[in-house]
């Protein structure tokens, strides 16, 4: 049973409307992450989180917020979409003293027009 | 500046030989160092890390990695590949005291020929 599952699977927005993407862990992990995957960057940390009610700034979180209202939950917004968001969104969760080991989710695939 | 590099973008091996993805990190201090696989169209999984101990650190489906810190490197080999083993393949690696936080190379796409 997958234990990391982020929603929607596919998204289309328009420039300049909000986004949310979802994500729930039932790993119990304190830590959650959101990465962005583009052709010949690999991923990129967008923002990650050690428990709820945290969220600390990844390497590149210009244009994204995120919320941790609880454990399992964490959610990654674009309050104004714009076309160089266009990306497959990964969520995953860690251990906060593991050997770097995380579970990724099976990702979010979004097109900004 | 912390970095993790992965100097092939693509790898096409035969069903049955045997492989080797290169990782190379540049970083100070203690680190982990870690691989994940990729299939298409999915999220990564986890295949095997290093952090102590023996350099040689065995994965699931017959992978293993191998440390080497003259080398500042981190290579994943496979003995005998299966064409299930195409994917591609990211080295990621973490300072000791960045509570989780990864860094990951661009991956390497291994091919796999029937």
């Known amino acids: 049973e997958a234990a990391v599952t982020q929603s929607p699977r596919n998204k289309v927005a328009v420039t300049g409307g909000k986004v949310t993407l979802s994500c729930n862990q039932t790993n119990n992990h304190n830590n959650m992450y959101w990465y962005r995957q583009d052709t010949g960057h690999g991923l990129r940390l967008i923002h990650y989180?050690?428990?709820?009610?945290?969220?600390e700034k990844g390497d590149i979180p210009d244009g994204y917020k995120a919320s941790r209202p609880s454990q399992e939950n964490f959610s990654l917004i674009l309050e104004l979409a714009t076309p160089s968001q266009t990306s497959v969104y990964f969520c995953a969760s860690g251990d906060l003293l593991g050997g770097g080991e995380q579970y990724f989710g099976p990702g979010t695939r979004l097109t900004v027009l | 500046t912390q970095t993790v590099s992965q100097s092939d973008a693509h790898v096409t091996v035969f069903e049955g030989d045997s492989v080797e993805l290169r990782c190379n990190y540049s970083?100070?201090?203690?680190?982990?160092l870690s691989w994940y696989i990729q299939h298409h169209g999915r999220g990564l999984q986890f295949l095997l890390k290093?952090?102590?101990?023996?350099?040689v650190v065995q994965g699931v489906n017959g992978f293993e990695a191998e440390f080497s810190k003259s080398d500042s490197s981190f290579h994943l080999r496979k003995a005998s590949v299966h064409w299930s083993d195409s994917a591609v393949y990211f080295c990621a690696a973490r300072r000791g005291s960045a509570l989780g936080r990864l860094h990951f190379g661009a991956g390497t796409q291994l091919i796999v020929i029937p």
């Open positions: 970083y100070g201090g203690s680190i982990y």
């Open positions: 290093y952090y102590s101990g023996n350099p």
């Open positions: 989180s050690y428990g709820a009610g945290s969220t």
